[in-house]
């Protein structure tokens, strides 16, 4: 099947490389064009507050990196939790990092609104065929 | 005074408790008493080296004492005092109350010096190795933290460069460049796979499991796909068989380590010169056990190197990059599935693992 056209996508990694190859590999396989970037999970978080509107459509699909300074991907799962951040309960997160254990998966996996844990780099493909069930 | 050395003795005579404590209480801080509940007192309050008790006492035998403070209290070294040499209190002693040693009454003075010193030579001892295996556990615990976390920072970078390098070969078309990119891949990827050997070695020393239902047919295709994401094995052809009779369980991911590195060794090793690669993956599996056969026509293992090949050691033949602890790591996964393993090669026909993994459902 094809993919919603407009879907946003939301990258919030520390790691300036990692956001270049995945804004590439999102654009060149023709994901989506629609992306936005964050440095650190503070400032997502920020943008979620300020710009909720931007947040309201269903094809919101955030791709967080675990191992973060300042806030982890963990840290800000938990604040995604917090009743302020209720609105945004129908974002969709892929949690990303470049190694993964079975406690990371058990780990990130309790929280709901947590679809995956994939391992760097992306593999496009695979994340195409999450989305496909997602959106079905 | 705190570090004098401490000596408990119990006694339901007080004749010898005051000789006892005559005798060493120059030397030593000396506590005597008739009462169990006072000694137990003592060595609740203060660290003792060594407890003399004697075995005949109206309320309880000294072997009796010693067992029951033997788990409260193990470190003290045992010594009982026994009116005659009477064997079944001894042997009982020995294997009931651990004890040291036993002194007959009336004891003679230098006897029970010379008792005294080995005693504490054996509670100095024990304290010493003690202290060393504390030692070598925080040293342990602190190499498998430190394993852990470089082994992490080394693969991000390296994740890093493989999405650069998937990038750059969808969007450059220069053939020449694309050479290039497929160089810095394979180095790449070897390096990849030994961070990723290291990770998984660490994992396997971890005592959690994840257990559950395995999927055969799947957990084969996953790792026949692995193997031919990287290694440029076109020509391979890989026969999979599997006869299955009821479910199998086993702790899933260090039954992928195990089929993973063994299907990979099969791979890497494969013999570029025949026209016809094989890699056969059999599985019978039964209601006790899944039994893997995974044979090649690849390169043979020499018959002395056979016996090496799962240490951590170079490996035979190497003509393809490799870290060489896969099978290590193969058969230290199998160890704690309480598996076994076992490979047989030759010329003609190549190599043969077989490993069995009880079935825990």
Not at chain 1, 17 to 27: F, W
């Amino acid at each position: 099947m094809n993919l919603p056209t407009n879907i946003a996508f939301h990258l919030v990694d520390d790691n300036d490389i990692d956001i270049a190859v995945n804004t590439k590999l999102l654009q060149l396989s023709q994901i989506s064009d629609n992306i936005h970037i964050y440095n650190n999970a503070p400032s997502f978080l920020a943008s979620l507050k300020k710009d909720s509107s931007n947040f309201q459509t269903s094809y919101q699909i955030v791709l967080m990196d675990i191992m973060m300074p300042v806030m982890s991907g963990y840290d800000c799962l938990d604040e995604l939790l917090k009743p302020e951040y209720s609105s945004f309960s129908k974002l969709k997160v892929f949690m990303l990092s470049s190694s993964i254990d079975r406690n990371d998966i058990r780990k990130a996996e309790s929280y709901l609104i947590v679809q995956k844990v994939l391992e760097k780099p992306l593999d496009v493909y695979l994340l195409k065929k999450f989305l496909e069930d997602i959106f079905e | 005074m705190t570090d004098r050395i401490r000596i408990l003795y119990l006694d339901d005579e007080e004749q010898n408790l005051f000789s006892f404590q005559a005798l060493f209480r120059r030397e030593y801080e000396v506590f005597t008493t008739s009462s169990v509940q006072e000694a137990i007192g003592y060595l609740n309050r203060e660290e003792v080296a060594i407890i003399f008790s004697d075995q005949k006492m109206p309320d309880i035998s000294g072997v009796e004492f010693f067992e029951s403070i033997i788990h409260q209290f193990p470190d003290p070294v045992r010594i009982l005092i026994t009116g005659y040499a009477d064997m079944e209190a001894v042997i009982d002693s020995i294997n009931r109350g651990q004890v040291y040693r036993y002194v007959t009454k009336p004891w003679d003075v230098n006897e029970l010096k010379i008792c005294v010193e080995n005693a504490l030579e054996k509670y100095y001892r024990a304290a010493e190795i003690k202290t060393k295996n504390k030692e070598l556990e925080k040293a342990n615990a602190e190499l498998e933290r430190f394993i852990y976390s470089a082994s992490h920072d080394l693969r991000a970078p390296v994740a890093s460069i493989q999405g650069v390098l998937q990038v750059a070969k969808m969007e450059v078309t220069d053939p020449k460049a694309i050479g290039y990119f497929e160089m810095i891949e394979k180095s790449t990827h070897s390096l990849n796979e030994f961070i990723g050997n290291i990770i998984h070695y660490y994992q396997n020393t971890r005592d959690d499991e994840m257990i559950k239902k395995i999927d055969l047919n799947e957990l084969i295709e996953e790792s026949i796909k692995k193997c031919q994401a990287f290694s440029h094995c076109e020509k391979i052809i890989f026969k999979t068989e599997i006869s299955q009779s009821t479910d199998f369980v086993a702790d899933d991911q260090r039954l992928r380590m195990v089929l993973n590195n063994i299907v990979n060794n099969a791979v890497k090793f494969r013999d570029e010169s025949k026209n016809e690669q094989l890699v056969s993956i059999q599985v019978i599996s039964n209601q006790d056990k899944a039994k893997f056969v995974i044979s090649d026509n690849g390169l043979a293992i020499t018959q002395d190197k056979l016996p090496l090949i799962f240490d951590m050691v170079d490996e035979s033949g190497s003509n393809t990059a490799s870290s060489g602890i896969g099978l290590y790591i193969a058969r230290e996964a199998l160890k704690k599935l309480n598996g076994n393993i076992s490979v047989t090669s030759n010329i003609d026909e190549g190599s043969r693992f077989v490993f069995e993994v009880p079935n825990k459902s």
